[in-house]
């Protein structure tokens, strides 16, 4: 279906660029920083780009 399939992939990208910020903090962070970083960080990316999923599910329900 056309409309899994683009939820998928903005949920691809999500994650995509969660990932890619976690690195990029990553790569600067101390040990002391980055181990307060690890869970409570990613859940807080995860959590500032989820309105963007949500927004394409509802499209996704709009057209069905």
């Keep these: 279906m ?11 990208q999500v ?7 976690f690195a990029r903090n990553l790569e600067s962070a101390t040990e002391i920083v980055a181990a307060h970083f690890s869970v409570s960080g990613i859940g807080r990316v995860f959590r500032d780009r989820m309105p963007r999923v949500l927004r394409r599910l509802l499209g996704v329900t709009e057209t069905a």
């Design 15 to 21: 994650l995509g660029e969660v990932a890619d910020e």
């Design 2 to 12: 056309q409309a899994e399939h683009d939820v998928a992939v903005v949920v691809d």
